[in-house]
Each structure stands twice: as C-alpha cells, then as structure tokens.
C-alpha cells in the first residue's frame, strides 16, 4: 500500500534535540490526522486536519507541532520530548466526510526518545 | 464521548479454529470499519459495515453490522497462521466530525500452527 507514506520509519532522538515527522497521501483526500499507538493502549488521536486547517487538537503537549502545508503533506514537528512519548506514530488520510468516511493509515514511525 | 468496546482482548487459537472479536457500544455509528494491523506497520482496512444487519464476506473472514448500528462482529472461520495480527473495530459517527474515527482496544490474535 502506497497511498500514505510516512518518514522516517525510525527514529531514535535524546530529550533535546528537534526532528520532524513527514506523512504523504497520494489519494487526493481532504483530511489527515495524526495518532499516537502505544503498547497496550487504543489508538490515540492527536490532530485532525481538514482542507488544510486544524479542526482538532486533542489536548497534546505542546512540544508536538503539527503542520499541514497542503492537503497531501502533513508534518509533525517534535521538541524536548518525553521517554513516554516513543510509540508509533501513524499518519492517515480520509475524505472526511461521507457516510463511511475510510481512513487509510501509512506504516507509521518508530520514535524511541533517549 | 462515544466508547466502542472491544472483545477479547487477546485470543490465542490452534490453526483451523474458527473464532468471533466482538465490537460493541451504546452509540449509533455510520458505519464502522475492521483494520488488521501486524507489527510494526500501520491499520489496513478490511471492511467497512455502513446498513444495519449488513453482512459482508472476504474469503474466510465474515462481517455483521448490527441491526441497531451500534455493535459489530467479526467472524473468521479455519483461522491460519497468516490471520495472526492486531484486529481494531473503529465507528464513524457521521455529520460534522471531520471523519474521526472512535476505535475499539484492538484485539491481539495469534495463530498457532
């Protein structure tokens, strides 16, 4: 599945440094959202963004920073992170309308935070 | 805040067994969709139910919608090794909410050959 991509695949990063996550749709959608997948935890929304403008933030520190550029790239930029936020993190796309609204998810990054 | 509850949260079966992951809440969804998720990766779409009592197929994996919209089932009859994976219900509430999706807990299910 090529639909969404996602880079890097994995990241290791200490408490001070910055990087950025990259998400791409090749699926002409009007919505991407990023979630946070933890061990043994549901999948947790962060942001949701619709035709470019962020519609959603789901009470997320504020050392994530989400940026959408254009409807098919989304960033998530990241600061002075946590050892508890390495997890997975998973972009997805959708038309986010609709009566059955898809989402379709890229492979996700693995953050592990030093 | 719509909660969909999913069950089991682990299941652990001999190849050929067949078995049934349980997705249900007190909301109304618009539909509802089944990922499969193996480790690592990211959820990949199976299905999505959008008719109460809507049944759908794929090969050896059986879909129910319930009659109320509010519960679905999945079904997979003579499991194999490759079904192995994390299985997420997710529901659509539908109208203004910018396709967030509510998802289940996930169940792990493994496979034994």
């Known amino acids: 599945e090529t639909g969404v991509t996602q880079t890097p695949r994995h990241l290791v990063m200490g408490m001070t440094n910055k990087k950025s996550l990259k998400c791409e749709q090749h699926?002409?959608?009007?919505?991407m959202y990023w979630y946070k997948q933890s061990a043994k935890k549901p999948l947790e929304l962060m942001f949701v963004?619709?035709?470019?403008?962020r519609v959603e933030n789901n009470s997320v520190p504020s050392r994530f920073s989400p940026e959408c550029p254009n409807s098919s790239h989304l960033f998530l930029h990241l600061h002075t992170l946590q050892p508890e936020d390495s997890a997975l993190y998973l972009c997805?796309?959708?038309w986010g309308s609709g009566r059955a609204n898809e989402q379709f998810f890229g492979p996700g990054t693995r953050l592990t935070v030093l | 805040t719509q909660l969909l509850e999913q069950s089991p949260q682990f299941l652990s079966i001999q190849e050929g067994e067949n078995l049934t992951v349980y997705c249900n809440s007190s909301?109304?969804?618009?539909?509802l969709q089944w990922y499969r998720q193996e480790p690592g990766e990211g959820p990949v779409l199976l299905v999505t139910?959008?008719?109460?009592?809507e049944v759908k197929k794929l090969k050896r994996l059986t879909f129910q919608f319930g009659d109320a919209r509010k519960d679905s089932s999945l079904h997979i009859t003579a499991a194999q090794p490759g079904d192995t994976g994390l299985y997420l219900c997710?529901?659509?509430?539908?109208?203004?909410?910018?396709?967030?999706?509510?998802f289940g807990q996930g169940t792990i299910l493994t496979v034994h050959p």
């Open positions: 997805a796309s959708s």
């Open positions: 909301s109304v969804f618009s539909s």
């Open positions: 139910v959008v008719t109460g009592g």
């Open positions: 997710a529901g659509f509430a539908g109208g203004t909410s910018y396709g967030k999706l509510t």
């Open positions: 699926l002409g959608h009007n919505a």
């Open positions: 963004y619709s035709l470019e403008e």
